[in-house]
């Protein structure tokens, strides 16, 4: 087949190349889409218009809604406009010398982003969330996989040449649970990730007015018998305690990241009680409306936390001017949900893998005009504060 460039508008572009590893996916009743291809990024808003019009109706409201009147999405972005970037001049840098590597926990990434769990890809990509793991792969970065995917654990896992992560729901079935954490040790998952802050996949009132038109055809891959998987996803525990964290290090022998944290008072707890990284997180305000902003819940966090263990933070990142404002509030690292599954949508795992290099390289010239070389550089003297959240406290050095 030649290679076919196809004009998606308003500034992204899909490049497809068909090469010997490319699976062929068929068009199905529900109509996810088939794209494979690099995409040029201009920026990722513009990404989402495009990915909306290749996105069937029920898969783009699952994916885009938040809870309630969803103002918590809304100020996931907003929230970042408190926050302005203080730029160092006449420092020497160059192009060349920018360094966007980072240590996260035992791993050593090319960039400080990853992909953050998110469930049922099947919505958006008939390549659900194995072409999702493939792209962070070509990326060679990290992959969190959710425990509500499509695709089961076992296959995402071979599906990446990058480092994974297992998100867990705790099921009310301990046995359920074992086995999730069994197999996610067995499959090379390097951590487990402890969601603190939901009881299964978020839905908006767009989509639960639609009749919750979840695809019929497809299961929580980690939950069919056909693939190894027990128990009911939605059988969720929601009496969860710090003796969780330490149930799951014990079992596995493995890291444990709590996600969902917006108070410094539960970092400090969850810490002592053995976690070993934590994630400022509101579950892109799909679970609870009302609650801040991830990066306005960040600088309290990072003074309690005290480079105890990493921080990561998810929540609104669209820009490289985003990660750098987060890294200089003290998170180590960030992680990015719905622009991932519309990169997915416009080019399959090519697409992931593009939507990623984009934000690398955003991040890459935002540092070089913030005079910033590498990520240890920045600290909140980079950060001026502006608004009403001018009032909490962040040290600046």
């Given at each position: 087949m030649s290679k076919a460039a196809l004009a998606a508008g308003n500034g992204v572009t899909t490049t497809v190349a068909p090469t010997a590893s490319t699976p062929t996916l068929a068009k199905t009743a529900y109509g996810a889409s088939t794209r494979q291809g690099k995409i040029n990024i201009v920026n990722l808003n513009l990404l989402e218009e495009q990915a909306k019009k290749v996105i069937p109706e029920a898969g783009y409201k699952f994916v885009s809604g938040a809870a309630g009147d969803e103002w918590t999405l809304r100020e996931n972005r907003r929230a970042f406009d408190d926050y302005r970037i203080a730029s160092k001049r006449l420092v020497g840098l160059q192009a060349s010398d920018i360094d966007i590597s980072t240590k996260l926990?035992?791993?050593?990434?090319?960039?400080?982003?990853?992909?953050?769990?998110?469930?049922?890809h099947g919505m958006v990509h008939e390549g659900t969330e194995i072409l999702t793991a493939k792209g962070a792969g070509l990326a060679k970065t990290l992959y969190c996989s959710s425990g509500a995917s499509h695709a089961s654990l076992e296959e995402i896992a071979t599906a990446t040449t990058g480092p994974k992560w297992f998100q867990l729901y705790y099921n009310k079935d301990e046995q359920v649970t074992r086995s999730l954490l069994t197999r996610a040790k067995n499959a090379g998952y390097s951590a487990i990730v402890l969601t603190a802050d939901a009881l299964g996949p978020g839905q908006s009132d767009a989509f639960i007015a639609m009749g919750r038109p979840f695809r019929s055809d497809m299961v929580f891959g980690?939950?069919?018998?056909?693939?190894?998987?027990?128990g009911n996803f939605f059988a969720?525990?929601?009496?969860?305690?710090?003796?969780?964290?330490?149930?799951?290090?014990d079992f596995t022998g493995l890291p444990?990241?709590?996600k969902g944290i917006l108070r410094a008072d539960?970092?400090?707890?969850?810490?002592?009680?053995?976690a070993d990284a934590i994630q400022v997180s509101n579950h892109g305000g799909r679970q609870i409306d009302g609650v801040p902003a991830s990066i306005t819940a960040l600088p309290a966090i990072a003074k309690a936390v005290n480079r105890r263990v990493p921080i990561i933070l998810d929540?609104?990142?669209?820009?490289?001017?985003d990660i750098v404002r987060a890294v200089a509030m003290g998170a180590d690292a960030v992680a990015v949900g719905r622009p991932m599954l519309y990169g997915l949508a416009m080019g399959g795992a090519e697409g992931v893998q593009s939507t990623l290099d984009w934000l690398a390289n955003d991040l890459k010239t935002a540092m070089l005009l913030a005079g910033a070389g590498k990520l240890g550089d920045l600290n909140p003297n980079f950060i001026d504060i502006v608004g009403e959240n001018a009032r909490f406290n962040v040290n600046r050095g």
């Open positions: 926990l035992d791993l050593t990434l090319p960039m400080p982003i990853m992909i953050a769990p998110m469930g049922v980690n939950h069919d018998p056909k693939r190894g998987g027990s969720q525990k929601t009496n969860l305690t710090v003796d969780d964290i330490k149930f799951i290090k444990v990241i709590i539960d970092a400090d707890r969850f810490i002592n009680a053995g929540g609104g990142v669209r820009r490289g001017i």
